[in-house]
């Protein structure tokens, strides 16, 4: 549980005292990682793995099948992006340049979130990106 509490809080001190708080009150004295994440708002680790691994399948259609699935569960695209993130770079078996690109449309991804747009919509089309980076596809036609 503490070492949730460590990656859900990003070293914030005050924020690891609040979930803990809200944990406290609706969990009781017993606290476990789960608890933790639920009360965090965090998405289960689970979640954003079954996105890698659809993008690793290298069908298009099972990877809008989980984006439709995660969609559907209102998890935070934002959320999901963050978290998506930290499994890409901690991730042994992808090269350093399929990083990189997915990196960059996760941050492109980003900002259109901020900006207003449609959470499936990026979600897809960072999915697909991560499918197109992971089988050394070319990126397409750049205006």
Same mark, same amino acid.
């Given at each position: %549980?503490l070492s ?53 399948? *290298? ?40 990083? %990189? ?11 259109c979130l901020?900006? *207003? ?9 960072? %999915? ?16």
């Amino acid at each position: %549980a503490l070492s949730t509490l460590s990656a859900i809080s990003q070293g914030d001190l005050r924020r690891a005292i609040t979930y803990l708080q809200s944990a406290a009150r609706l969990f009781g004295s017993s606290i476990s990682a789960s608890d933790l994440i639920s009360v965090s708002g965090a998405i289960p680790e689970d979640i954003v793995k079954s996105l890698l691994v659809a993008c690793k399948s *290298g069908e298009f259609d099972v990877a809008n099948k989980e984006v439709s699935n995660i969609i559907a569960d209102g998890y935070p695209v934002s959320q999901l992006l963050s978290q998506f993130l930290d499994v890409i770079v901690n991730a042994d078996d992808i090269p350093d340049e399929h990083k %990189a690109r997915i990196c960059r449309k996760l941050g492109e991804a980003d900002k259109c979130l901020v900006d *207003g747009a449609d959470e499936y919509l990026q979600l897809l089309d960072m %999915a697909s990106e991560t499918i197109r980076a992971l089988f050394n596809i070319p990126q397409g036609l750049v205006f």
